[in-house]
């Protein structure tokens, strides 16, 4: 696209400092139900933002469309939007010249993966799924693979590129033994899908499924508990971003005045890493500024708050590389979160809880969660430990109680990190004395 139509056309129109972003994205997906064909879908999607400051204020625009038939459009909408919006401040508008440090979010194997490929691979795990044991009488397999390119230029010199790819995998299953059935599913993240283990994949998830068979609630009562990564990243990822200066100063979060205190246990801390070996890396932020890698959570200790220009400057601080662009505004986000392994494994930290329940499957997060109290009220499946092993299956539970109390009584931090979907690598992690509600 040739971008400085753009920037000649908001200078003439008197739009100065002025930006933009824009992007394509491609996607390829297909779904397997019992070993059939069910869904083979692409699609190629494109994103256009602009922003400037136009006779003091600032103004925004954003499109579907990346062409100059929107340059009348948006620059008319900045206009009219910059009449009724903030005063604007030409220094958030960032020169080049900054240092990034490179990052890799690119694959080739995956760019070039092609719709074939992805079929067989789902095609192949849905049957490993399925021969794996009679009673798993429904396999639901998917592939899904997106490239994305972006820019990020600005009127000041500035020009920033970027470049990812990936494929996720997932299946879902039914299990039926007599009148008992049971459901369950997992995911992966995968750079080169030639490599992709789907045997190991398979076995796995169908172990998973047939031990569920037979589950059933446990006595209501205080209970010793080993969450999940997924559960721990459905748990905390939420509150971390209450770490947003934003919300500080709206006094929306519930770090406000906690900076430097404790809040968590000693045993938990959490960084925040762009440099990550993963899809969700980033050498720099919305509004260009070089991204840092941080410890958010310091032996339990808040650390930091995130920071874009506007809040930096409003607090007499630096940014932290942490802008997003969220409804034509930007605002401090979070970016990929790292919560620090322990040194046990999965086994070893159920040895160490002794008799408890090791949770896997929360549900109800939407509407179970209070992100500005901390309260959560869930249902919950998992297993029983008893005498340190995983035992017997659990469902119809609920679990309940304040994050920042709960992982204040951490017991142990696992060795077991994964990755998960919402940006965030973490491990299991005990915990003492959590309020379950069952038989």
């Not at 990550?276 to 840092?292: I, V």
Request: hydrophobic residues 35%; aromatic residues 8%; glycine residues 8%.
């Amino acid at each position: 696209m040739n971008v400085n139509k753009f920037f000649t056309a908001a200078k003439q129109a008197g739009i100065d400092p002025f930006e933009i972003s824009y992007g394509s994205s491609k996607s390829l997906s297909a779904g397997i139900f019992n070993d059939n064909l069910e869904k083979y879908e692409s699609s190629n999607d494109c994103s256009f933002t602009a922003r400037g400051i136009y006779e003091g204020k600032l103004g925004s625009f954003s499109s579907d469309k990346v062409d100059v038939s929107v340059i009348d459009t948006m620059i008319e909408t900045i206009k009219s939007t910059a009449k009724y919006g903030l005063p604007g401040n030409p220094e958030f508008f960032i020169e080049k010249g900054q240092k990034y440090k490179k990052v890799n979010t690119y694959s080739k194997e995956a760019d070039e993966c092609s719709g074939k490929k992805l079929i067989d691979l789902s095609l192949e795990i849905s049957k490993q799924i399925r021969d794996y044991d009679k009673r798993i009488q429904i396999a639901e397999v998917g592939m899904d693979k997106s490239v994305s390119e972006g820019v990020l230029a600005n009127s000041k010199g500035l020009k920033l590129k970027s470049k990812s790819s990936n494929v996720v995998v997932w299946a879902s299953t039914k299990v039926v033994d007599g009148d008992d059935i049971e459901t369950d599913f997992d995911f992966a993240l995968v750079t080169d899908p030639n490599t992709f283990d789907t045997k190991e994949f398979s076995e796995k998830l169908a172990k998973k499924s047939l031990s569920r068979l037979g589950a059933a609630p446990v006595k209501s009562g205080k209970y010793n508990v080993v969450f999940a990564q997924s559960c721990v990243s459905s748990l905390l990822k939420p509150l971390l971003g209450q770490l947003s200066s934003f919300s500080v100063e709206q006094h929306l979060s519930l770090f406000e005045n906690k900076l430097g205190q404790q809040v968590f246990s000693p045993k938990l801390t959490v960084i925040e890493n762009p440099y990550t070996k993963t899809p969700f890396a980033s050498s720099h932020d919305r509004e260009g500024m070089p991204t840092q890698k941080k410890v958010l959570i310091n032996k339990g200790k808040v650390n930091t708050y995130l920071y874009d220009l506007e809040m930096a400057k409003k607090s007499g601080t630096v940014s932290t590389g942490n802008a997003s662009y969220r409804g034509g505004s930007i605002r401090p986000g979070l970016g990929f979160v790292e919560v620090k392994p322990g040194k046990k494994s999965f086994d070893e930290l159920v040895s160490l809880v002794g008799n408890g329940i090791y949770i896997d499957s929360l549900e109800g997060i939407g509407t179970g969660y209070n992100t500005q109290s901390g309260d959560y009220s869930l249902q919950a499946n998992g297993y029983v430990i008893e005498n340190g092993k995983v035992t017997k299956p659990v469902t119809l539970i609920t679990v309940a109680g304040n994050v920042l109390k709960d992982f204040s009584k951490i017991i142990a931090v696992g060795s077991d990190v994964k990755l998960m979907f919402g940006a965030i690598q973490t491990p299991s992690i005990a915990v003492r004395k959590l309020s379950v509600s069952g038989q």
